[in-house]
């Protein structure tokens, strides 16, 4: 599979666990984003990373915490979450935003997290 | 904060018949209005775009339209197929600034073959 792909496809795991979601974008991109796909909101941005620094948070519980190592890598870590943390977990990329060029974000197929 | 409200949230129609799908959006500095198609389980993809600058833009069977001054946008869709069938999500960016897209709710198509 090419583009952005995740891994796991599927998690279940109970509250207490910790586990973490990866995603890996292949098209030279710069900027990688976590969405968070629910009934409730759709599409929630949860962070943003551009030139591997991350540059939005929207006040996102501690228990998500993300790590991009490098441009093409991003990783979500996931500790005590909670039963209503279970949806789509979608990861995208892009160039570089806020430099005035129109950008397509890439999503990748996301990752089905049930919390038990 | 931009925030982008979408509406309908659901909507079906016969096919051949047109849709169409509103939007609008809060922040006047927001300047770039993609479209973005999501058929059943798969992932979200760019089908159409527009910036500020351009009242309207075309591409086969759909189109989408662009009011600065209400700032609302909307897609439409022509002759619809049952392959139209998905949920469409509007978003809004400032290129110039941040840049992030900012998402509406999204509208589930149902097109009725």
């Known amino acids: 599979e090419t583009g952005v792909t995740q891994t796991p496809r599927h998690l279940v795991m109970g509250m207490t666990n910790k586990k973490s979601l990866k995603c890996e974008q292949h098209l030279g991109h710069n900027a990688m984003y976590w969405y968070k796909q629910s009934a409730k909101k759709p599409l929630e941005l949860m962070f943003v990373y551009s030139l591997e620094e991350r540059v939005e948070n929207n006040s996102v519980p501690s228990r998500f915490s993300p790590e991009c190592p490098n441009s093409s890598h991003l990783f979500l870590h996931l500790h005590t979450l909670q039963p209503e943390d279970s949806a789509l977990y979608l990861c995208?990329?892009?160039?570089?935003?806020?430099?005035?060029?129109?950008?397509?974000?890439?999503f990748g197929p996301g990752t089905r997290l049930t919390v038990t | 904060g931009e925030n982008v409200e979408q509406h309908p949230s659901t909507l079906s129609v016969q096919e051949g018949d047109s849709a169409v799908i509103k939007c609008t959006y809060s922040?006047?500095?927001?300047?770039?209005f993609p479209w973005y198609k999501q058929e059943l389980g798969k992932r979200p993809q760019l089908i159409i775009d527009i910036r500020s600058n351009v009242g309207e833009k075309k591409d086969q069977r759909i189109a989408v339209t662009l009011n600065k001054t209400a700032k609302h946008f909307s897609l439409h869709i022509t002759e619809t197929q049952p392959e139209d069938s998905a949920v469409y999500f509007c978003a809004a960016s400032n290129l110039f600034g941040q840049g992030n897209l900012i998402f509406g709710k999204g509208t589930k198509l149902s097109v009725k073959p």
């Open positions: 995208a990329s892009s160039q570089e935003p806020g430099t005035g060029v129109p950008y397509e974000q890439y």
């Open positions: 922040d006047s500095a927001s300047n770039y």
